[in-house]
C-alpha cells in the first residue's frame, strides 16, 4: 500500500511539474521511467516457476559493469536464449521452459538488473541487449532468441547487431523505444507538450540522439537479415503495446514471418497460454532441427 501511495504522489508531483514547464516535467519523469519496480515474485506466474527457478543451473555475469544472475536448464546439443521483459523474470518463461527441455534443448536465460534475483534500482534496454551478446559469445550462439514484451525488442535488436541466430519469436513485443516511452506517459498522463522532451532526454541517457535512436532499435524500419525466420505472437486486447506493432512488425519482414494474433490473453498471461507456448515451442525446435549440421541430419 505505501508503494502504491508513494507512487500516486510521485506521478502528481511530475504531471504537476509538467503544467508548469514541459522541459521540467520530462525532466522529472525520466528517472521514474529507469527505476525497474520491486522484483516480481518468484512464484507469481505458477507454482511451476518457482520449481522451475529451483531445477535451474544458475550463475552469474557482468553486464555493464553490473552482475545478473543467468541460468541454464537441459542439457542437449541445440539451444535456446530466452529475455524476459520489464518488471519479469526469466521464470515466467516455465511452460515454455518445460516444452523445450522436454524436446531435448538446452534453455539459456537472465534476470536483467533490478529484476528477479540480479541486484539493482535501473536498468534500461542496453542491458537485455549486452546480456544477449555477451550470452551468444560465451555460449557459442544460439538455435533462436524469444523475447517477452520489452525482452522482444532486445532479442531483434541483438540478433540483427551481437547475436546472429537462425530464428527470433518475439511475444507482445514493441517495434521501438516510441511505444515505450508512449505507454510511460500515458500511464503518467503526461501533457502532450512534454512528450517530445522526455523522447530527448530518453535517448541521450541511452546514448543516442533522436535520429540514431530509431536508427539502433526500430525493428520494422531494420528488419532481421533475410536468412532469420520470424515468429511473431500479440494479443488483440494487449493494453500495454497494441497489436498493431505486431502488424507492423509483420509487414517489414514478409512472408518469411510469422504471425500468430491471440484474443483476451493480453500483455504478459499469454506467455503460460497453453496454444502460444506450443507454438513458440515448436517453432524454436523446428528452427534447431534446420540449423542441424549437414553431417548431423538427427539434429542431435
Do not use: F, M, N, V
Given at each position: 500500500m505505501a508503494t502504491s501511495i508513494l507512487e500516486?504522489?510521485?506521478r502528481g508531483g511530475i504531471r504537476t511539474a509538467a503544467?508548469?514547464?514541459p522541459a521540467l516535467g520530462a525532466r522529472a519523469a525520466l528517472p521514474v521511467l529507469f527505476l525497474a519496480a520491486p522484483p516480481m515474485p518468484l512464484g507469481v506466474s505458477s507454482p511451476l516457476a518457482a520449481a522451475t527457478e529451483r531445477n535451474a543451473d544458475t550463475g552469474s555475469l557482468i553486464v555493464r559493469g553490473r552482475p545478473i544472475t543467468t541460468y541454464a536448464w537441459g542439457s542437449g546439443d541445440r539451444s535456446v536464449l530466452l529475455l524476459h521483459g520489464w518488471?519479469?523474470?526469466a521464470t515466467q518463461f516455465a511452460p515454455l521452459i518445460a516444452?523445450?527441455?522436454a524436446a531435448g534443448m538446452r534453455v539459456v536465460s537472465f534476470d536483467a538488473?533490478?529484476?528477479g534475483t540480479s541486484p539493482g534500482r535501473t536498468t534500461d534496454l542496453r542491458d537485455w541487449v549486452a546480456a544477449a551478446g555477451q550470452l551468444h559469445e560465451r555460449d557459442g550462439g544460439f538455435d533462436a532468441i524469444v523475447g517477452h514484451s520489452l525482452g522482444g525488442l532486445a532479442a531483434l535488436t541483438a540478433a540483427r547487431e551481437l547475436a546472429p541466430t537462425p530464428a527470433v519469436a518475439v511475444v507482445s513485443a514493441p517495434t521501438n523505444p516510441g511505444r515505450i516511452l508512449t505507454e510511460f506517459a500515458d500511464e503518467l498522463a503526461l501533457p502532450e507538450t512534454a512528450r517530445p522532451h522526455l523522447t530527448r532526454r530518453f535517448a541521450a541517457r541511452v546514448d543516442e540522439t533522436?535520429?540514431?535512436?530509431?536508427?539502433?532499435y526500430?525493428?520494422?524500419?531494420h528488419p532481421l537479415s533475410?536468412?532469420?525466420?520470424?515468429?511473431i505472437v500479440h494479443d488483440k486486447q494487449d493494453r500495454r503495446i497494441p497489436d498493431s506493432e505486431a502488424l507492423r512488425l509483420r509487414e517489414a519482414h514478409g512472408e518469411r514471418a510469422q504471425l500468430l494474433r491471440t484474443s483476451g490473453l493480453g500483455h504478459s498471461r499469454i506467455l503460460a497460454a497453453e496454444p502460444v507456448v506450443t507454438a513458440l515451442a515448436e517453432f524454436v525446435t523446428a528452427a534447431a532441427q534446420d540449423h542441424a549440421t549437414p553431417d548431423d541430419p538427427s539434429g542431435s
Open positions: 500516486t504522489a510521485i503544467s508548469l514547464s518488471r519479469g523474470r516444452q523445450l527441455t538488473p533490478a529484476h533522436q535520429a540514431t535512436l530509431l536508427d539502433r526500430d525493428a520494422a524500419a533475410e536468412s532469420t525466420r520470424l515468429l
